[in-house]
């Protein structure tokens, strides 16, 4: 088998070399070995490598030195760093200035190999993407699966769909609450090959407790911990040979984040009271409305998982941003919700569409369909008017009607004009729901996290424990 792939590597160590070059060789990979940064660059002038495979400690020029060069000089050459195990620190600040990988050492045969693939799966995903751009750069959808959006931002993120359907790489979706993260996990497990034989796990990691979110994601044995009475499966074996989509990624505690990079690195993992070691042959997509990079900076969050997570990263824009996309959501919605209630609807008047079109939309495309359901329930007539609209809405979107500039009252920016209406808006969700800040996140199309952080950053006082 040949795979096409041209690997350096560089080591003073003239045994790690041959030992590299003989394990890739078996692999059908093409293996050429140097001992110097200096002979590394000069053969890469010569002869075209994909990969490059560097000790971190070498004299004259060292690995991080060489990957400098080697990403200014040869871009798309992938690097990946060897480094002792207590050098780690080092290979994380490799991989922070453009190495794809590290491998520490004594090397493990399978463990290189194992990157060796992520990266060459990586290689092709990127050659058939821009195939698949050339190929449907005259082409706009409005609709993957049950995604709906033709701005140019979608556009891109159902081709990427598309390109990384039928691979096992990890994703990272990233984008603020209610923009439809779940959806894309949706997305890209049914567009694979025959979704309807794999399955597909969700995980709401931050509606879990953290002392159950571990048994959760990877079971537990009888007596492990107190109410433990039988043996339980966990998430990564439910969806075993299929896809794994754990939501709010940014909830797992700095334990269950090292147990989560075993399994994204060796993919491995144990039960919670058990000793054996279990094989997890899953796809892995993880989402957050959080800035992961804050989170690493607050040391909230590890930097090696985030950068085996973010192999694939797809962000969603908001809805403020792509509010062309607003009309065909309408309709969609409209459709939807028309056929549950049984009701002969024709669309909606020019003044709502205006309406919903000039809206912030802070809870995204969840709160707009909430709003396009409950004016389904409301109408009277074939048409939605502006009337069947929540006042929160109308009044929203006519302050901003009113200064299509950017909203300047009284030389007040944009995201400060807009507090005091957010804030009574969720105000009266509150008080409409008695409170019950479950009911009242779903009311406003949000998550509860969102909820208690808006809540917090207004001041809002809870009257009334749950």
Not at 211 to 221: N, R
Not at 360 to 379: D, K, M, Q, S, Y
Request: aromatic share 6%.
């Amino acid at each position: 088998m040949n795979n096409g792939l041209h690997i350096l590597v560089v080591d003073d160590d003239a045994l790690v070399r041959r030992s590299l070059c003989e394990a890739l060789s078996f692999e059908g990979y093409a293996c050429f070995g140097v001992g110097t940064g200096a002979e590394a660059l000069s053969k890469l002038k010569d002869s075209p490598f994909q990969v490059v495979i560097s000790d971190m400690k070498m004299p004259q020029m060292d690995g991080l030195d060489l990957l400098k060069e080697v990403k200014e000089k040869f871009p798309k050459t992938a690097v990946i760093m060897m480094t002792g195990f207590g050098s780690i620190e080092n290979a994380v600040e490799a991989m922070r200035r453009g190495a794809m990988d590290y491998i520490t050492k004594p090397i493990i045969d399978e463990e290189i190999k194992l990157v060796i693939k992520r990266i060459d799966d990586q290689r092709r995903l990127c050659e058939e993407n821009a195939y698949l751009k050339e190929k449907l750069s005259s082409a706009t959808r409005q609709k993957c699966c049950d995604i709906i959006g033709k701005n140019f931002k979608m556009q891109k993120l159902f081709d990427l769909i598309n390109v990384i359907a039928d691979t096992r790489t990890t994703v990272l979706v990233t984008g603020e609450s209610g923009t439809g993260k779940r959806l894309v996990a949706h997305a890209i497990h049914l567009s694979g090959a025959q979704p309807e034989a794999r399955p597909f796990v969700e995980v709401s990691c931050a509606a879990l407790p953290e002392t159950l979110l571990e048994s959760e994601l990877f079971g537990h044995v009888k007596g492990a911990f107190t109410g433990a009475i039988k043996d339980r499966l966990g998430r990564f074996e439910s969806a075993e040979g299929g896809t794994i989509f754990l939501d709010e990624i940014d909830a797992f505690t700095p334990a269950l984040q090292v147990k989560l990079l075993r399994v994204l690195q060796d993919g491995e993992f144990e039960r919670v009271g058990e000793t054996r070691t279990r094989k997890a042959n899953v796809r892995i997509i993880a989402a957050t409305n959080q800035n992961l990079q804050n989170l690493i900076r607050e040391g909230k969050f590890r930097h090696d998982l985030y950068y085996r997570l973010n192999i694939i990263s797809l962000e969603l824009p908001p809805l403020r941003e792509r509010k062309e996309d607003i009309p065909v959501l309408v309709e969609h919605f409209i459709d939807k919700h028309s056929r549950v209630l049984r009701k002969q609807l024709q669309g909606v008047a020019d003044e709502a569409l205006n309406r919903l079109s000039a809206y912030h939309w802070p809870g995204n495309v969840r709160e707009l369909e909430n709003v396009i359901e409950r004016a389904c329930v409301l109408t009277k007539g074939p048409l939605i008017l502006a009337d069947d609209l929540p006042e929160s809405v109308l009044a929203l979107a006519h302050k901003l009607e009113q200064n299509p500039e950017g909203f300047e009252a009284d030389g007040a920016r944009l995201k400060d004009a807009l507090r005091d209406p957010e804030k009574k808006i969720i105000l009266d969700a509150l008080e409409k729901n008695g409170w019950n800040k479950k009911q009242a996140a779903e009311a406003l199309g949000i998550n509860r996290t969102t909820l208690y952080k808006k809540m917090n950053l207004f001041g809002i006082k809870t009257k009334r424990a749950l």
